[in-house]
């Protein structure tokens, strides 16, 4: 079993930086892609940027250039980066670790970028 927690989530203003975090823990050995998603309100859950095993990343054209996904496999923690926020980046973010063939998700975590 694993366990998924996010942090870092806040009020920002349009322009500016937030750091988000997801660790992982329990049976953390065999993480493969820890992926990031958003779900604004009315709206369906959106991916915005994942990091496979290999450090490999892949990004929401809505974000590149703007979001750096990273992750410390030391830590089984994954980060999202995001400068130059939008008030359009308003969402819940939540993380999906991908541990074997078993996904687990975290509870989110609230950005809210004010113009």
């Known amino acids: 079993q694993v366990q998924v927690v996010e942090s870092g989530g806040g009020l920002v203003q349009a322009g500016g930086s937030l750091r988000l975090s997801c660790a992982a823990s329990?049976?953390?050995?065999?993480?493969?892609?820890m992926v990031w998603y958003r779900q604004a309100p009315g709206k369906q859950r959106e991916w915005v940027a994942s990091?496979?095993?290999?450090?490999?990343?892949n990004y929401a054209d809505s974000v590149k250039g703007r979001f750096t996904i990273s992750r410390d496999n030391a830590k089984s923690t994954v980060y999202l980066q995001m400068n130059s926020l939008k008030p359009e980046d308003t969402a819940v973010y939540y993380c999906?670790?991908?541990?074997?063939?078993?996904?687990?998700w975290g509870q989110g975590t609230q950005v809210t970028v004010s113009s």
């Open positions: 990091i496979n095993a290999e450090g490999i990343t």
């Open positions: 329990g049976s953390t050995f065999a993480i493969n892609a």
């Open positions: 999906r670790v991908v541990v074997g063939s078993n996904s687990y």
